[in-house]
């Protein structure tokens, strides 16, 4: 994954790219992320990067000129780039997002907007808004890094076990299963026999079971859309009768 950021606060992410998944994914090549700082694209001595909305009204936009002249920047090596507008009124970010964008073979680049927004015209450079929640943070940067950190562990090589992604929660549609590790007892809470079983079928119904019934518990929205097979119905069966 290939990206840059635009941002009044590269710090912020900073952090977060020197560590764990992503760290290890930028030393291996798979990641490759620039931070641009939003004010050094201002003009004038106060390099201002903000102003009062017209028609008044509370807080501050980011103005136009300072996000146009980074996109101009940006564009003069030519490498084509998917531009991402992070707004909460963009569409929602899902897994099968992160699953699209991990094969982009395109640049991205992330406008993290600040105060109330950016100024209206910053969305003609956007070729998708994109929000990851229907809530309003700060800014866009947390929005940016949730982003970058789902769709590296889609890139072949990132993860140290590659068949970990393929058991989290919304992988199979459903919420992950419940994982256990040792001491086999604590406090008095037991780890499932058919964990320590080794009946590897047995295991793959429980988890199976268990991602179902969680799933039909806390998200049950998500039921609509899983492809259900005629076991997951059964399951499903026993489960409500219980």
Known sequence: MKCDVLTLFP???????????LKRAQEKGLLDVKLYNIRDFSSGPHRTV??????????MVLKPEP????????????????????SPQGKPFRQSTAETYSKEERRFVFICGRYE???ERVRDLADEEVSIGDFVLTGGELAALVIIDAVTRLVPGALGDEKS???ESFSWGLL???????PREFRGMKVPDVLVSGDHKEIWLWRRREALKKTLRMRPDLMEKVELTELDKKILSDIKEE
């Open 67 to 86: 996000i146009y002249r980074a996109m101009d920047f940006l564009r003069k090596d030519n490498e084509n780039r998917k531009v991402i507008l992070l």
């Open 176 to 182: 992950d299963y419940p994982h256990y590790t040792r």
């Open 117 to 119: 927004g950016v100024d």
């Open 165 to 167: 992604k393929e058991d």
């Open 11 to 21: 710090d912020i992410l900073t952090a977060y790219l020197k560590e764990s998944i």
């Open 50 to 59: 903000d102003d009062a909305p017209y028609g008044g009204g509370a807080g």
